[in-house]
């Protein structure tokens, strides 16, 4: 696997093909391992309510469409709405932003054992649970977390090689 980093960017070479993503430092690798399970439900909730919103929506034609609007803070709540809909749907785009630095650096976990410390993190459990369901001590599975992150944060920062 080829990659390099030019001006923030990250380019991998990946089975022939160039994937280009934006560097993330240790501390947003951290983060977002940290946050990623709600951020997953939270997409996957949003997804499935604004399933069909907006069906049946029809634009004004006619005389109604060449009348002038209305200037200034409207209080119509169905606009309202909209507005904080299109909010809600930006903050999902930014966690699936997020979500997808982690889901494009898991290529690089090639450790059994740290790829299974990985899964169970994305999937919300406590270093408790993990370090009981794999027989190991707490700081081993906070060690291997580390090492996790330095992986996934060291490509970003790797000169070209091949």
Known sequence: MTHYTLFGVLFI???????????????????????????????????DSMKGAGEGLTARYGED?????????????????????????????EYEQKVQIIQDRMCLIIDDREFEVLHWLLEGK?????????????????????SIIDQMSQMSQLPKTS
Do not use: C
């Open 13 to 47: 070479l990946y089975k022939g093909v160039y994937l280009m993503k934006e560097a993330a430092s240790k501390q947003e690798i951290e983060a977002i391992l940290k946050d990623y399970h709600w951020m997953m439900n939270s997409i996957r909730i949003l997804r």
């Open 126 to 146: 406590s270093y408790r649970w993990i370090a009981f369901h794999m027989g190991l001590s707490d700081r081993h599975v906070r060690r291997i977390r580390d």
């Open 65 to 93: 469409s060449d009348m002038p609007k209305a200037q200034g803070v409207t209080s119509d709540p169905v606009y309202k709405e909209s507005v904080r809909r299109e909010k809600r749907f930006k903050k999902i785009a």
